[in-house]
């Protein structure tokens, strides 16, 4: 009963923040071009707001520095209330912002603003769901709990993006753009108090105790990490950079891409990426469980690889009709990106000591985060000069793919060599320290 709370706790707050950061990506291709970015070219609406999109991306490595500080010298239980608290405020203060048509360019500057608040509670929110999953399981199934926060992802998209489908069948256009698409983002308010009365009732993580106790937290875990485990630091960023791409094209960009070069509406572009992401509530467990038995590496190598395959006739596929568009989709980000994603909290968490844990996974697999948030201003660009390329948009995808998969092929196998305690419940044993070792 005790882990299943802790499993709740991680995966509740996830929710939360990744519905509100994905609401942004939403309203972003469907609202806020018109809303707060006006111009008489089109394309240049687009692009200033995906630029608000990047913004947030930009503003989470902050976030991983802050909150992973926090996390490594107070405790993952602290640092996680302050995150949820923050994100969900400031969904909630979007869905009250006046318009450019109200107050003029004060309406896309507190937009910006409010984005960046967004990025940097996510930056620290990520690494500390997966570390209370990870750290509270014993070593047989720590990959089954490291995947239970990353259904965060694909169930706060489909809540964020199920809320907008919903509010816009129940609306008129004029409707939906005068006051139905502040619901959504309103009704963080809701989430952010379960969530925190959630999170309320848990405990501090056995490894960060041990920690605590024995006198090993790093003084400045920014600084310990970088100099005992950069080269894990850098391994995971070059990870997270191929697949990363891809991911924000699937669940962010596609809203554009179909709508714009595609000619797909709104109703059906939101509907593909919902049945995708329902797809990701079953692939990530399922995988997660898995990797306990055959191993983190062997499962995302194998992924990355499906995705280099796949990443041309993904493109060429989608425009030929809403079947293939829906299947595609499915299948790269439903099975494939999520097979991958179930391992990444577990697989990356198991590269660093427990003092620096929450600032070294956190840092790495933010800034990774905040390149790949910038591809839909390239991607923009691209598409208003070349149209929807399959060999373009499908070669940039290879090229980041290529990097990920040689960093997983020379990686260790962190089933077999961990930075864990193998069994982390059991504080009184004295153990030698590990902290200072890198893998």
């Known amino acids: 009963m005790k882990n299943l709370r802790v499993l709740l706790a991680s995966v509740a707050g996830s929710i939360i923040e990744w519905y509100d950061f994905y609401l942004y990506g939403t309203a972003t291709g469907l609202v806020f071009t018109t809303l707060f970015f006006p111009s008489s070219d089109p394309s240049v609406s687009i692009l200033i707001a995906f630029a608000t999109f990047g913004a947030g991306y930009a503003a989470r490595p902050l976030g991983s520095i802050i909150f992973g500080h926090m996390g490594d010298r107070i405790g993952r239980k602290a640092s996680l209330m302050l995150t949820l608290i923050g994100m969900g405020g400031s969904s909630f203060l979007i869905g009250l912002l006046p318009t450019y048509a109200q107050v003029g360019v004060a309406a896309p500057i507190m937009l910006v603003v409010l984005r960046l608040l967004q990025g940097i509670a996510l930056g620290g929110e990520w690494g500390g769901a997966v570390l209370l999953a990870t750290e509270t399981a014993t070593k047989g199934v720590r990959g089954f709990f490291g995947s239970i926060p990353q259904l965060g992802v694909p169930i706060g998209l489909v809540l964020g993006t199920f809320s907008f489908t919903l509010i816009s069948s129940l ?138 395959l796949l990443a041309i006739p993904y493109f060429t596929m989608i425009p030929q009709s809403t079947t293939w568009f829906y299947a595609m989709q499915v299948i790269l980000l439903g099975v494939i990106w999520g097979s991958i994603f179930s391992t990444q909290g577990t697989l990356f968490s198991e590269l660093f000591p427990a003092n620096v844990r929450y600032t070294g996974l956190s840092l790495g697999y933010q800034v990774a985060a905040a390149i790949c948030g910038f591809g839909p201003m390239l991607w923009t660009e691209l598409g208003a000069k070349y149209g929807a390329s399959p060999y373009l948009f499908g070669g940039l995808m290879i090229a980041g793919l290529l990097i990920s998969l040689t960093l997983a092929i020379f990686a260790p196998d962190t089933r077999k060599i961990t930075q864990y305690a193998d069994q982390p419940e059991a504080a009184e044993i004295s153990q030698p320290s590990i902290d200072k070792v890198s893998v």
């Open 171 to 308: 609306t008129t256009e004029a409707q939906f753009m005068s006051w139905g698409w502040r619901l959504p983002f309103l009704f963080s308010a809701v989430l952010i108090i379960l969530a925190v009365w959630i999170r309320s009732g848990i405990e501090e993580t056995p490894e960060f105790k041990r920690n605590k106790e024995q006198g090993e937290l790093a003084k400045v875990p920014i600084f310990e990490a970088f100099k005992y485990n950069k080269k894990d630091i850098f391994r995971l960023i070059g990870l997270k950079v191929g697949d990363g791409l891809f991911n924000v094209f699937l669940m962010s960009f596609i809203l554009v891409y179909a709508t714009t070069h595609l000619g797909y509406s709104r109703d059906v572009a939101l509907f593909a990426l919902t049945i995708s992401c329902a797809t990701m509530i079953i692939s990530i467990p399922l995988v997660g469980y898995l990797s306990d038995f055959i191993g983190r590496k062997t499962i995302y190598i194998s992924g990355i690889v499906a995705m280099l």
